[in-house]
DNA sequence: GAGCGCTTACT
DNA sequence: GTAAGCGCT
């Protein structure tokens, strides 16, 4: 018998691990770890125990349960593996340093019980080291590695295993409360987690939406986005179920101008898989620069502007609603992720760190890799050296991408009954004539085109361009 | 076959 | 500005 250790991999169907020949039976476990639960936050942890509810339903349907734990991994699962004379406990292969890590120390101890370990290659299409340059080398460019991405074999999906070769539950667990986690409430409304709502997702992003993908998915006010982020983050889906899908909807496409717009949406599961292999070779980026500067950015202190970026009261009207999305939603459009993080850090001159972080505690879909990714590419410590230096303009930002405001009055109920040319035009305005139009709403913290200069200059000191 | 200069493109 | 490919040595 072996123990499946269920982490990011919330699914029965589509789980490498569960289908691989090595055992005759396997009993499924989900250990909540205080070392790994530190780095959680409540949104997602709220996505896990709705997810948790759906997997352990679908194994006790088929006369087999999903044994919840509490504490140290390696503690807790060298004792569950021997109370249940398992001699080996398999898992989906972790890709960040932390993870890692814990693995290790689960290999150590369970190697001492004389107890085997297998690890599987599962939340990937392609792993960190198979695609590489020329030179056998991990990209630092992600137009390259979509190249080779795009046009290398993908594994197809698997089946979910059969009841025959799942073990009878030796006790009955159950499922912790955000409460006994010792975590408040998410102020967020949370998306449904579970593997029957990823797939709900999928199906009806693929049958309609992926289409407009490559000319919706910008507009925010539309949403045109699959929304399987969190799925993705959770496992709630696999990603080969994702990507036979998208494939299917490639080969269902009406016209050329769809079939392009599904190998758009291509490119974003490519990006994925690109930053997880730039966290795999690069663990430290998640606190680092993964760009050398000859100096370090002096970043500003400034705890009165992060606030206001945190709460969404910048008076950046496209800034504010993406912020307060997240609040609202655990969630926030992908598009405005990349002009809230660059007003963060080109407009605050805020580090790139304090919005990690946030996002971190805030998102119900972030995950080291891909969060990190975007955070230091709109910082410009990342990987894409760029020919310019990346500065977003929020006003250019909110008229090209809402040009109605309908996604900014969504989210920021002062500005309800402004016109869009005057929610467009708010840095413009005079202060008695904001009073007049929306007298909740705050003016801008900071005037834009001095901070662009200022952002260039702080740049170049860190390039050792100037004094 | 590594080491170079040249070309190309960077969401 | 710089990563990566390419062709040449």
Redesign the pocket.
């Known amino acids: 018998m072996r123990l499946h250790w269920h982490r990011t991999d919330l699914r029965p169907s589509d789980n490498l691990a569960l289908v691989s020949p090595d055992a005759d039976s396997i009993l499924p476990v989900y250990v909540f770890d205080p070392r790994i639960l530190d780095h959680a936050a409540p949104p997602r942890v709220a996505f896990v125990l709705d997810s948790l509810a759906a997997l352990r339903e679908w194994y006790r349907t088929r006369e087999s349960d999903l044994i919840i734990l509490r504490g140290e991994a390696p503690t807790e699962l060298a004792r569950l593996a021997e109370a249940t004379d398992a001699d080996a406990v398999s898992w989906a292969q972790a890709y960040s340093g932390l993870g890692r890590r814990r693995d290790d120390r689960v290999r150590d101890r369970l190697a001492d019980a004389g107890i085997e370990t297998h690890t599987v290659h599962d939340h990937l299409l392609h792993e960190p080291g198979s695609i590489t ?3 056998g ?1 991990p ?6 590695f ?1 190249k080779k991405w795009r046009d290398r074999e993908k594994a197809s999906s698997v089946a979910a295993p059969g009841a025959d070769r799942l073990a009878d539950a030796p006790e009955e667990t159950a499922i912790p409360t955000l409460a006994d986690l010792g975590f408040d409430d998410p102020e967020a409304t949370i998306p449904a987690g579970g593997y029957m709502e990823a797939r709900h997702c999928l199906n009806d992003f693929c049958g309609d939406d992926i289409y407009r993908y490559e000319d919706a998915r910008d507009a925010p006010a539309t949403d045109a986005t699959s929304r399987l982020s969190p799925h993705l983050t959770h496992g709630t889906v696999g990603i080969r179920t994702v990507h036979d899908r998208v494939v299917r909807a490639r080969e269902e496409a009406p016209d050329d101008a769809a079939r392009e717009a599904v190998e758009t949406f291509r ?2 599961l490519a ?1 994925r898989e690109f930053y997880h292999h730039v966290l795999y070779f690069n663990p430290e980026v998640v606190t680092e620069n993964y760009r050398g500067y000859e100096h370090d950015i002096e970043w500003r202190d400034d705890p009165e502007a992060l606030q206001a970026w945190k709460e969404g009261k910048t008076g950046y009207p496209i800034v504010d609603a993406g912020m307060r999305q997240l609040r609202r939603e655990a969630y926030m459009h992908n598009r405005v992720r990349m002009i809230v993080a660059s007003f963060l850090t080109k407009d605050l001159l805020l580090d790139w760190r304090e919005g990690y972080d946030w996002f971190r505690r805030k998102l119900v879909d972030h995950n080291p890799a891909n969060d990190n990714g975007g955070w230091q590419w709109a910082a410009s410590t990342g990987t ?4 310019y230096f990346r500065i977003f303009n929020p006003m250019t930002q909110g008229e090209r991408h809402d040009p109605d405001a309908d996604y900014i009055r969504e989210y920021v109920p002062e500005l309800g009954g402004v016109d869009a040319d005057v929610i467009h035009g708010w840095h413009e305005l005079s202060d008695a004539e904001r009073r007049d139009a929306a007298p909740d709403y705050p003016a801008p913290i900071v005037d834009h085109g001095e901070r662009r200069e200022a952002a260039l200059t702080m740049f170049e000191r860190a390039r050792g361009e100037a004094d």
Do not use: I, K
Not at 139 to 144: H, I, L, M, P, R
Not at 384 to 387: A, F, G, K, M, Y
């Open positions: 340059t020329n030179d080398d990209y630092a460019v992600y137009s390259y979509w490119g974003e990006w894409d050296s760029q020919p």
